[in-house]
């Protein structure tokens, strides 16, 4: 009895210490933003003030709003594109090449953003593109896809093939069959791949600042080249409306999880 | 409800065509291969399957009954080889195309569909009515005894109660041929015996052709009507459950099939209507003449536990019979008792081991054997097959 709760208080103890480790900088940051004062160590008594400076401040609104778009875009494409990858790498007959394909796919994962920023750069500028929304989106695009496959391949290898097979028994032509089964049973993985892309997108900075134009800069490219001039208490409003935002899109996401998981045991009779 | 059965309405899915009467050639199998590599998993198999028929595929794993199954369902195109189904060749139609159900060995129910729903699967793909759709799921709930579990998903489900789901989701679309894979091999042995005996009661009101495969040899012996055994992608024997066990076609299947005293020798004579086969570690056995001639070289002389009796004394031999009857004298090595039978083994003066299997016909065992007891061993040359070995 006796070690089992001096077990459970080291793990008590390990736990706090490992969420302090992790969120006492966003709890400081976020505490911060409601700050009255123009200094940002000093602390000057509650205030909206920071927050009121934002929403007047054009310029990062737009950075706010370009981000959001190339998040959502992107997001949206590379769940498309990465969903595919990983249907064709689990699913598909073994065609030539797919070792290298499989391992091209990973590079991303892997390869600093430096240097996908930079080839890309490279790309855009051979190709005369001209840069701005859609060249950062595709780059995110380039970047994200790879995540979406991971995820969506992993939950594809743990599905019973001989699903999609009964499917196509019972009359579905494989098309059909991949809609009808394999892609409800998949669709958790297809929404924590968006997910991961939308928030890799969002806080980006190396690929963006590469890929971007004149004009069209996202938030974090926005942030840092205000913060070379000086931490503003403004950016701490930033930042805790980002963290909001990504805590509203995590709860959502659980919460249609757990919805969704819990709709067959509710329908049981007791 | 007993009455009202669904028939087997081959025009639900089979594009019109007149499915056969009961007993005429449904499925023809002729001559298909399939190889995976430089293995050959189904090595040229023809076959013949009749309307109503519950047909078996029974062999040890690795034998390649799956790949014909799944070459059955569409699964896997054969390289080789016409696969007609009243009459049309499909070996090379999609799944989707065939009027031919499976019901998997894992059941491969849809996690994320209802009883109902799963059920209703095929039906709404074939395009059937929405109100004909919930008689037919309705029907084919009574069927399988699921009533009152519709709404469960297939995690809420025991086991036996999925493998009911499955098996009235294949039956469903009242398929021309429903394959079974490994259909029982999920569930304990009690559930296992009793739903054995519900698939057979349901294939004989539904009229149906049932293939089923197995890799147990008992269960293929009590539902079957016909079994093909199969060894190394090959039909070794396809006969009815009791041709196969009192006259396989070879020591293998002999072995595979049941328990099986062996005893290796050389043809030595002829005297009318038998055999006189002299054995390494048996002596001479007299055995009844096979249909088949059998060449010389060596032989083996194949005898069933069950068909070899002892006793303390050995048999009165009758006037002029005495040849007639194998007497082998030993002592009790060993006793394996399994409730209805025991099993003895008998070592024997000559050399070898016999097994015999005595039914305990009383509670009490006055009749049994003891260990070190001198016993006959002794059976009929008609309870001997020949087999080349």
């Known amino acids: ?270 | 409800m007993t009455d009202e059965l669904p028939r087997t309405d081959a025009a639900a899915n089979a594009g019109g065509d007149a499915y056969p009467a009961a007993g005429q050639p449904l499925l023809c199998i002729e001559g298909v291969a399939k190889a995976f590599g430089a293995f050959r998993a189904v090595d040229g198999v023809s076959l013949e399957i009749k309307a109503g028929e519950f047909f078996a595929l029974l062999g040890p794993s690795g034998c390649g009954k799956t790949t014909l199954l799944r070459m059955l369902a569409g699964f896997e195109a054969p390289d080789e080889g016409r696969i007609l189904l009243g009459g049309k060749d499909i070996a090379q139609a999609l799944p989707h195309e065939r009027p031919i159900n499976m019901m998997f060995q894992n059941y491969a129910l849809f996690p994320h569909l209802s009883v109902r729903d799963n059920i209703a699967f095929g039906l709404k793909r074939a395009g059937m009515a929405r109100a004909e759709i919930a008689t037919r799921v309705a029907e084919m709930v009574a069927l399988v005894k699921l009533e009152g579990l519709e709404k469960r998903k297939p995690d809420q489900l025991s086991g036996g109660q999925r493998q009911r789901v499955a098996l009235a989701r294949a039956l469903a679309r009242r398929p021309q041929l429903l394959l079974l894979d490994e259909p029982l091999a999920a569930l304990d042995k009690k559930l296992r015996e009793s739903t054995q005996g519900e698939l057979m009661e349901l294939q004989r009101r539904l009229g149906m052709t049932f293939i089923i495969v197995t890799h147990d040899q008992e269960e293929a012996m009590t539902m079957a009507s016909r079994i093909g055994v199969m060894k190394s992608g090959k039909l070794a024997q396809v006969a009815s459950p009791r041709e196969l066990y009192e006259a396989p076609r070879s020591r293998w299947i002999a072995e595979f099939v049941g328990d099986v005293n062996l005893f290796d020798g050389e043809s030595k004579l002829r005297d009318g209507h038998r055999l006189v086969i002299g054995t390494r570690d048996a002596g001479s056995l007299v055995v009844a003449e096979p249909r088949e001639p059998v060449g010389a070289g060596r032989l083996a002389v194949a005898i069933r536990p069950e068909k070899v009796k002892l006793s303390r004394r050995g048999p009165v031999s009758e006037a002029g019979h005495e040849t007639a009857i194998n007497r082998l004298d030993g002592v009790i090595a060993d006793i394996c008792y399994l409730g209805g039978t025991t099993t003895y083994k008998v070592k024997l003066d000559t050399g070898g081991m016999v097994q015999a299997s005595v039914a305990n016909s009383a509670r009490l065992d006055v009749d049994a054997y003891s260990l070190n007891q001198h016993v006959v061993a002794w059976f009929t040359p008609d309870d001997c097959v020949v087999l080349q070995s």
């Open chain 1, 1 to 270: 009895m006796r070690k089992v709760a001096r077990l459970s208080r080291f793990n008590v103890a390990s736990l706090a210490l490992g969420l302090a480790f992790l969120y006492l900088p966003i709890l400081i940051l976020v505490i911060y933003s409601f700050n009255a004062s123009r200094l940002v160590t000093v602390w000057g008594g509650w205030s909206l003030r920071w927050y009121h400076e934002f929403f007047n401040d054009r310029a990062m609104i737009e950075a706010a709003w370009m981000s959001l778009r190339v998040a959502v875009s992107s997001a949206t494409i590379a769940t498309l594109l990465g969903t595919l990858a990983a249907v064709a790498l689990s699913r598909g007959e073994r065609f030539r090449g797919r070792t290298l394909f499989s391992g091209m796919l990973y590079a991303p994962l892997v390869m600093p953003e430096v240097i996908t920023g930079l080839s890309l750069l490279l790309l855009f500028v051979a190709l005369n593109a001209e840069r701005g929304f859609w060249t950062v989106t595709i780059a995110h695009t380039t970047l994200t896809m790879c995540f979406v496959a991971v995820v969506v391949q992993s939950r594809l290898g743990s599905l019973d093939r001989s699903l999609e097979e009964a499917a196509m028994d019972l009359g579905c032509d494989p098309v059909r069959a991949f809609v009808a089964v394999t892609l409800p049973l998949i669709a958790p993985a297809i929404v924590a791949g968006w997910m991961l892309a939308f928030t890799l997108s969002l806080d980006d900075l190396v690929i963006a600042s590469f890929t971007t134009g004149p004009g069209s800069a996202t938030l974090p490219i926005r942030i840092y080249s205000e913060v070379r001039l000086g931490v503003k208490p403004e950016i701490n409003a930033i930042c805790t409306l980002v963290i909001a935002l990504i805590a509203v899109v995590i709860v959502i996401a659980s919460l249609a999880s757990k919805l969704s998981s819990s709709q067959g045991k509710s329908a049981a009779p007791l």
